[in-house]
């Protein structure tokens, strides 16, 4: 069996995450039949980075302002005993409400649905939204729990000890999907 | 590995500060939580917590009992008049009872300088101290500093003078080490009957006159005059107090820029206080009672977590990907 490559390969570009957030966007407007009582709620915190771009660009094409909430879901995981002695723990901002609105979560990668289990249940904390919609950058496969979502931006299949790294401009420095094996994560 | 506070928070002596600064960065998310509809988040589902309180204390406890719901622990609250110390038991028996039926945490308020220290030492659960003698009361403390945070931002080379019985006070101790770890210049003010003799020996200024503090601080932390103190003769009077060293207003007005006025509370109106300076626009009085749930949820939080041994216990083994700052997310 030929040994497996531990470089990592980059599965979007800069430009190619441009292309897929603008397709993003036109999903996520044909979904709620329009921007009337939508609000993009990311999660803490390249998910916010990503909502933020998406309600820029839906923004542009529809000529309205769309509400944007950002959600950390840190206090609502089911293992604070085994995260690091450090948890970080960021802001949720929900000011605009979400009752009867039509709420699109927005987040960087799925992968078990444990993260967005924990976002369902943290928006349930807030409110009752009409509908609620999940749009990923990257769907990863293995999920551990009954989730999918409604907007991908890109599906990859890969074995469940890689990573899949989110770079998004103002955290990283530059855009990018990258896909890191398992067995290169000690590389420089 | 245990949580990035230890086991038990028992001052703010020991800590770093590092690990100051990480329970005020970690407290602020947390007064959004006091803002919502439904004032609750699962963090501590499942955990029970007793607060263990030997001397009467009304504010630190209830504090302490919204901190834990809005994490939504079990609390069960146990008063020395209520509990068997009264039939002769010990501290420590009490404690071990309370471990036995399996609880994770106590918080205890106790009369004796390191009393916390002493529980700490026997039972496994994690010990908070809420108050123990006139050694520490270290989230009076994080809640001090959090509110001066909020108002100067960075705390490095502040000025902040604590005010009245220094010699009597957990807080001011709490205060100094707290204070000092972050950079603040920190005085005393007070009568010297009410302050430790070695109070130099803790790096701190000594300001006999209450109008020169006001000059020289950005903050005053105004003690609270124990009324018991007067009968034992540490001053002549509380009216006396008042004339010397009571903060009023028309000391304030002379103050050369802007001052905050903190106090731990029960203020004595009138003493060491005046009621128009505690309700005026330089009292983060009542920020500072906000700003003590959040800080008590912060360390409540910081003691539960990063703990993986006990989540692998407690699964038989099973072993799970973690990381609460992870790239990828889950």
Known sequence: MPARTTEQKTVLSAHAVERTLKRMANEIVELNDGTADLIIVGIQRRGVQLAGRLVNLIEESEGVEVPQGSLDITLYRDDLQTIGPRPVVGPTSLQWGIEGMNVVIVDDVLYTGRTVRAALDELADFGRPARIALAVLVDRGGRELPIHADIVGKRVLIEPGDRVDVMVDDLDGRTAVVIVPAAGEDEP | ?330
């Open chain 2, 1 to 330: 590995m245990t949580s990035a506070l230890g086991k038990d928070l028992l001052g703010l002596e020991p800590l770093s500060s590092e690990q100051i600064l990480l329970i005020l960065d970690t407290a602020e998310p947390f007064k959004e939580i006091s803002e919502r509809a439904i004032k609750k988040v699962p963090a501590l589902r499942g955990q029970t917590i007793v607060n263990l309180f030997f001397e009467s204390s009304t504010r630190t406890r209830i504090s302490f009992e919204f901190a834990e719901k809005r994490l939504s622990a079990d609390t069960v609250n146990v008063a020395a008049s209520g509990s068997s110390v009264l039939k002769g038991e010990t501290l420590v028996d009490t404690a071990r009872n309370l471990e036995a039926m399996r609880i994770d945490m106590v918080v205890m308020r106790h009369g004796a300088s390191g009393a916390a220290q002493f529980l700490a030492e026997r039972i496994e659960s994690n010990v908070i101290n809420a108050g123990d003698g006139t050694h520490e009361h270290p989230t009076q403390g994080l809640l001090d500093l959090l509110t001066l945070r909020d108002h100067f931002g960075d705390l490095k080379g502040r000025r902040v003078c604590i005010c009245g019985d220094v010699l009597h006070s957990r807080v001011a101790r709490s205060n100094i080490w707290g204070l000092q770890k972050l950079g603040v210049e920190v005085a005393v003010c007070g009568p010297r009957s009410l302050l430790p003799n070695a109070i130099e020996e803790f790096g701190v200024r000594v300001i006999p006159r209450i109008e020169e503090a006001i000059e020289w601080a950005d903050a005053l932390n105004v003690l609270r005059l124990q009324l018991e103190r007067m009968t034992a003769g540490y001053i002549p009077s509380s009216r006396e107090y008042n004339r010397v060293f009571g903060v009023t207003r028309e000391r304030l007005e002379r103050a050369p820029r802007d001052i905050l006025i903190m106090h731990p509370g029960p203020m004595n109106r009138g003493v060491e206080i005046d009621s128009d300076v505690a309700d005026g626009p330089h009292s983060v009085i009542l920020n500072q009672v906000t700003n003590g749930i959040a800080v008590r949820m912060a360390v409540l939080y910081l003691l539960s977590g990063g703990r993986p041994e006990l989540a692998e216990a407690a699964k038989g083994g099973t072993g799970r990907r973690g990381g609460a700052e992870m790239t990828e997310a889950a």
